[in-house]
């Protein structure tokens, strides 16, 4: 009898944990309760359930799927939801999400400017750029720099719009389109060479002075802009960004360094790769050793790349 009462016993217990282990949780967002559910069904907007216990007189609820983080099912399946369609990863997942972009009108300012865009997650994206100095040559008649050669490096965090009110549905067209503000840092060195030719007192003879300007310096920009993306295939990208910058300016003749310079903006080359977006204003700040004011502007022509799942 014993025996039949102590099978019965671990039986009810079984059946117990069974039926405990069957239920599901649910996570809300902006609260820390794991909520114990029986999920009854999966809408395409909302999900329906009922708390745990679960009791055939228990109404059943409904929740919209934005205000749910995720779900751990009974078997232990996780399922997570997006708050809204703008942030919602798997609408962008045939989209390619890497670029390569030029800035179109930099070598007209002798400079070979390029970046890199990786979409990090909707509405968020990671581009670095680099830029070689010294594509051509420049001459200045004053000093006669006919050499020049350097680069610069570039890293901003680009934050992409969202409209002022969302409608059921809304996404972006494209994971890497539309307008954005994007913080900038920016890294600069290059150096000018040249040799200019003086006449000794009364005409007796030349003599010729290796003249050498070292730029160094450094920026942070607040850049306005917008890309279009065309055929997931190529995009076109335009900014404007204002900024503070300090740099340093030396003079060297003949290997020996003279001094700082107090205006660059005097000594052409000095200045006139600040901007590597292509076009606009020279001056990456207009006295050496100061911090001022600067500004930045570019256009750029740029390949998607990276694989697009169909």
């Not at 160094?216 to 910058?245: E, L």
Request: glycine share 12%; charged share 20%; aromatic share 12%.
């Amino acid at each position: 009898m014993k025996q039949k009462l102590l099978f019965i016993a671990l039986l009810i217990c079984l059946l117990g944990t069974s039926k405990l282990m069957a239920q599901d949780k649910m996570l809300l967002r902006g609260k820390a309760d794991t909520l114990q559910v029986k999920i009854m069904e999966l809408g395409v907007d909302d999900v329906k359930y009922k708390m745990w216990p679960e009791d055939s007189s228990m109404p059943i609820m409904v929740e919209k799927k934005e205000r749910i983080r995720k779900i751990i099912f009974a078997n232990g399946t996780v399922m997570k939801f997006a708050e809204d369609e703008f942030s919602n990863a798997q609408n962008y997942a045939s989209q390619r999400k890497m670029a390569v972009k030029i800035d179109l009108f930099s070598p007209i300012r002798k400079v070979f400017s390029g970046s890199f865009e990786y979409s990090i997650k909707p509405g968020m994206s990671v581009e670095g750029g680099i830029g070689i100095i010294g594509i051509g040559s420049y001459t200045s008649d004053a000093y006669n720099f006919t050499e020049s050669d350097g680069g610069f490096f570039r890293l901003g965090v680009k934050f992409i719009n969202q409209p002022d009110y969302h409608m059921k549905g809304m996404r972006y067209t494209h994971i890497l389109k539309g307008g954005y503000i994007r913080p900038e840092a920016m890294f600069i060195h290059h150096e000018n060479n040249g040799t200019s030719n003086f006449s000794l007192f009364g005409g007796s003879g030349t003599y010729n002075v290796n003249n050498k300007i070292v730029v160094n310096g450094g920026a942070f920009f607040i850049n306005f802009g917008k890309q279009w993306v065309f055929s997931d295939i190529f995009c076109v990208d335009f900014f404007i960004g204002p900024g503070i910058g300090n740099k340093t300016v030396t003079y060297y003749e003949n290997g020996k360094m003279v001094g700082s310079l107090s205006n660059s903006s005097n000594f052409g080359m000095a200045d006139i790769y600040a901007n590597s977006g292509g076009f606009g204003y020279g001056n990456f700040t207009s006295t050496s050793g100061k911090v001022s004011f600067c500004l930045q502007t570019g256009l750029k022509l740029g390949v998607l790349i990276g694989s697009n799942q169909k």
